[in-house]
């Protein structure tokens, strides 16, 4: 079993930065690829972005490609989400996910599921 605990999100202003983080217990981290995934109220799962297990690829959503980052730190067994230039819409909970294997685009795909941690951008 993966426990997944998401942290940093909060009220930020438009064009500010914020870092989330995801830290993971229970299994091995490095033989996890993780993802993040976000939900804006009355709207679907949508992904933002995953990293590969060995952190060796990464991968972004269309909408946040250049803004943000993806990386992962295997000696805290944590995975970051450096959001620069926050827009309004990228207002959202946000949530972290792992699963055996390659880094998918796909939330069906992912086992563990962090519990989200709130991101909301003013403008």
């Known amino acids: 079993q993966v426990q997944l605990v998401?942290?940093?999100?909060?009220l930020?202003?438009?064009?500010?930065?914020?870092?989330l983080s995801c830290a993971s217990s229970g299994r091995t981290f490095n033989s996890l690829s993780m993802g993040w995934?976000?939900?804006a109220l009355g709207k679907e799962h949508e992904f933002v972005?995953?990293?590969?297990?060995?952190?060796?690829s990464t991968f972004y959503a269309d909408s946040v490609k250049g803004r943000f980052t993806n990386s992962r730190d295997a000696d805290k067994n944590?995975?970051?989400l450096q959001m620069n230039s926050l827009?309004?819409?990228d207002t959202a909970v946000?949530?972290?996910?792992?699963?055996p294997g390659w880094a998918t685009l796909s939330r069906d795909?992912?086992?563990?599921?962090?519990?989200?941690?709130?991101?909301?951008v003013s403008s």
Do not use: H
């Not at 972005?49 to 060796?56: E, L, P, Q, R, V």
């Open 78 to 80: 944590t995975m970051y």
């Open 87 to 89: 827009k309004p819409e």
């Open 49 to 56: 972005a995953s990293i590969t297990w060995n952190g060796g």
């Open 37 to 39: 995934f976000r939900r």
């Open 94 to 99: 946000y949530y972290c996910a792992a699963r």
């Open 109 to 120: 795909d992912y086992k563990y599921w962090g519990q989200g941690t709130q991101v909301t």
């Open 12 to 19: 930020v202003q438009a064009g500010t930065s914020l870092r």
């Open 6 to 10: 998401e942290s940093g999100g909060g």
